[in-house]
C-alpha cells in the first residue's frame, strides 16, 4: 500500500512569492491534515480537510489556506511568502478525523524562503 | 491556548539502559495522548498512544498516563541506538480532534 506522497519535496521561493503544496493521502484515506514544522516552533497544526470541507484550524493567518478535492488529495496555499515560512510541511492523512491512532505522515516538503 | 511542553534534552543513555521522556500539558480536557518518534530528515511515525489512566506497553516501548497530573511519559527499556531520535509528545482533545505537539526531546542511545 502506497504512503502520503507529498510534491514538490524542496522548494526555493523568494518573499512575496505565492507556492502551493499537493499531498495525496494513503487509499481510501478521507482525512488530511497539515502541519508546520521549524526549529524554533516545533510542530504546529495548520487545517484539517475531511470529505472536501475544512474541519479544523490551527492559528496561522489568512495567508495560509488550503482545500480538498473530491478523490481526497489536498493542497495547501501559501500568498505573500515572509522569511518566517522556511519551514518543513508535513501533512498526514488518516481514515476519518478523530483516528489520529491510524494518522501516518508524508516525508514533508521543505519550503525555502529567501 | 493548548500546551504541551517536554524538555528539549538532548537525553542521552547508554544501550541497554531505560531512556525515560517526559511531557505535561496544560489542557484537563485533553483525552488523547500520542508518542511520535522523528528520525533526523525523516517525518513523524506513531509510536505509542494512550487514552486511560496507566501503564500501556508495547514491547521495549511504556507509555505512562496521569491526567491527575496531566503528565504523561514514555519509556523504551534496553534501549538500542536506532532509538536515537525526537520524541514527540502529542495531545489531543475534545471533539476537534486536533493534535497539539510539543517540540520534542531529542535521544542519544550510546553504544
Known amino acids: 500500500k502506497a504512503g502520503v506522497t507529498q510534491t514538490p519535496r524542496y522548494l526555493i521561493k523568494t518573499r512575496g512569492q505565492q507556492v502551493t503544496l499537493s499531498c495525496s493521502p494513503i487509499?481510501?484515506?478521507?482525512?488530511v491534515s497539515w502541519y508546520q514544522q521549524t526549529p524554533g516552533q516545533g510542530l504546529q497544526f495548520l487545517f484539517e480537510?475531511?470529505?472536501?470541507?475544512?474541519?479544523n484550524k490551527g492559528n496561522f493567518p489568512g495567508r495560509f489556506s488550503g482545500r480538498q478535492f473530491s478523490n481526497s488529495r489536498s493542497e495547501m496555499n501559501v500568498s505573500t511568502l515572509e522569511l518566517g515560512d522556511s519551514a518543513l510541511y508535513l501533512c498526514a492523512s488518516s481514515f476519518q478525523p478523530g483516528r489520529s491512532y491510524e494518522q501516518y505522515f508524508g516525508p514533508g516538503t521543505r519550503l525555502t524562503v529567501t | 491556548q493548548k500546551e504541551v511542553e517536554q524538555n528539549s534534552g538532548p537525553l542521552s543513555v547508554p544501550e541497554g539502559a531505560i531512556a525515560s521522556l517526559n511531557c505535561t500539558y496544560s489542557d484537563r480536557g485533553s483525552q488523547s495522548f500520542f508518542w511520535y518518534r522523528q528520525y533526523s530528515g525523516k517525518s513523524p511515525e506513531l509510536i505509542m498512544f494512550?487514552?486511560?489512566?496507566g501503564d500501556k506497553e508495547d514491547g521495549r516501548f511504556t507509555a505512562q498516563l496521569n491526567k491527575a497530573s496531566q503528565y504523561v511519559s514514555l519509556l523504551i527499556r534496553d534501549s538500542q541506538p536506532s532509538d536515537s531520535a525526537t520524541y514527540l509528545c502529542a495531545v489531543g482533545g475534545g471533539s476537534n480532534y486536533k493534535l497539539t505537539f510539543g517540540k520534542g526531546t531529542l535521544l542519544t542511545v550510546n553504544p
Open positions: 480537510y475531511f470529505s472536501e470541507t475544512q474541519r
Open positions: 494512550i487514552y486511560s489512566n
Open positions: 487509499s481510501g484515506h478521507r482525512s
